[in-house]
């Protein structure tokens, strides 16, 4: 759902992989610009995109 995908604390499994302040930082850019997290990881290459899919799958951060 685009709420969960738009939301920023999608971002928080982030931090675990690459730091809490890299992790703030797309946060910020994202609230910024309107964009999602794995919009704004995709444009930095912040991370692969498989990597960004595991890492920000709602559905497995919640189990349902």
Known sequence: PRMVEYGLSIATPLA?????DRTAELANE???TG???REVALEQAV?????LDRLLNARGMTGR
């Open 16 to 20: 675990t992989v690459i730091g809490y």
């Open 30 to 32: 994202a609230m910024r």
């Open 35 to 37: 964009k999602s997290i």
């Open 47 to 51: 991370l692969p995109e498989a990597e």
